[in-house]
């Protein structure tokens, strides 16, 4: 996942504010918003209201499963955040491959 400053803090100071909010219909734009953000593509608005409740979930679910990265991007410039990723990946890459050499050694 890649999101700018700009859309982390958005997703803390407005999303959050009303991701809960039990009108689900009166938000639906926020939710359909989140969710693009957090996919890392555009989403259109669901075509019936009674996916508005589903659609909500899935990007209330995204948001509280990715909240730690939103918030550091949100709290970090462009620099960082970039960095920050390339370490997260490299490192879970390291972590895989150790694991594979550390499995195939014991066998």
């Known amino acids: 996942m890649n999101i700018t400053k700009e859309q982390a803090q958005w997703l803390l100071n407005d999303y959050n504010k009303v991701r ?14 989140a969710f693009s953000i957090l996919k ?14 589903a659609f909500s979930q899935l990007a209330n679910s995204m948001y509280e499963q ?18 920050v990723q390339t370490s997260e990946e490299r490192s879970t890459q390291r972590s895989k491959r150790s694991t594979r050499t550390n499995n195939s050694s014991q066998v």
Do not use: S
């Open 66 to 83: 990715h909240l730690d990265y939103i918030q550091q991007v949100a709290n970090t410039d462009e620099r960082e955040t970039r960095t």
């Open 20 to 33: 809960l909010y039990g009108k689900v219909a009166n938000h639906i734009n926020a939710h359909v918003k």
């Open 40 to 53: 890392g593509k555009e989403f259109g608005k669901p075509d019936c209201t009674c996916q508005y409740v």
